[in-house]
């Protein structure tokens, strides 16, 4: 199983990026979808979630309304669109996959580094 996230870099304060994770290795339409991050000195946390046909998200407080989580099925590949970035959202973001069964393994990409400055 392989999870590759990708569309990290620089933005300016008020700025977008769209990160991508492609998956392989795995029937990705039975695994329930996530973006994480880890901020320099902070835990990690789960920034958005997508159920498995995409019609059901949540968000994390910090980042409703800004952000916008898709997946596509077809291309075994799931979005994050940030909008209005702010300083606080620098941070490794990380996709996984996971299937709420017991017993059940998760899965983790490498992560992509997002850095908001001026």
């Known amino acids: 199983v392989q999870l590759v996230e990708s569309g990290g870099g620089l933005a300016r304060p008020g700025g977008s990026l769209r990160l991508s994770c492609a998956a392989s290795g795995l029937t990705f339409s039975s695994y329930v979808m996530s973006w994480f991050r880890r901020g320099p000195g902070r835990e990690r946390e789960l920034v958005a979630v997508v159920n498995f046909a995409g019609d059901i998200t949540n968000y994390a407080d910090s980042v409703q309304g800004r952000f916008t989580i898709s997946r596509d099925n077809a291309k075994r590949t799931v979005h994050l669109q940030m909008n209005s970035l702010k300083p606080e959202d620098t941070a490794v973001y990380y996709c996984?996959?996971?299937?709420?069964?017991?017993?059940?393994?998760?899965?983790w990409g490498q992560g992509t580094q997002v850095t908001v400055s001026s």
């Open positions: 996984k996959a996971s299937q709420p069964y017991v017993g059940a393994r998760d899965y």
